[in-house]
């Protein structure tokens, strides 16, 4: 219960100000990169936090962290496609990261 009074309101503003920081990347790799990684070890940390049992905090803040999931899925940014058929791309990689939730 610490932990989550400690990281749930930080973890929260970092993926909703990072998701806002999308359309000021303009399509472009480099940062699209870097908000991308942030968001995909945000989300990591969302399900580590909540994988027993959803917290009262993170249901209270659950359409916040939700409606900011639903906006990244509808991301499409060819720039963080794989070279490699084979192999999922940043962006990808980030969808199967939220429906893990």
């Known amino acids: 219960l610490a932990i ?6 930080p973890l929260l503003d970092l993926v909703e100000r990072t998701t806002q920081a999308i ?10 990169e870097q908000i991308f990684r942030v968001l995909n070890l945000a989300v990591e940390c969302f399900i580590d936090l909540n994988t027993l049992d959803i917290a009262d905090w993170f249901l209270a803040n659950l359409t916040r962290f939700m409606t900011a999931f639903l906006t990244l899925m509808g991301c499409n940014f060819p720039a963080l496609d794989s070279p490699d058929d084979e192999l999922p791309g940043l962006l990808d990689e ?3 990261v939220i ?3």
């Open 23 to 32: 359309p000021q990347a303009g399509g472009n790799k480099g940062p699209l």
């Open 94 to 96: 980030n969808k199967a």
């Open 4 to 9: 989550i009074g400690a990281f749930g309101q």
């Open 99 to 101: 429906l893990k939730c």
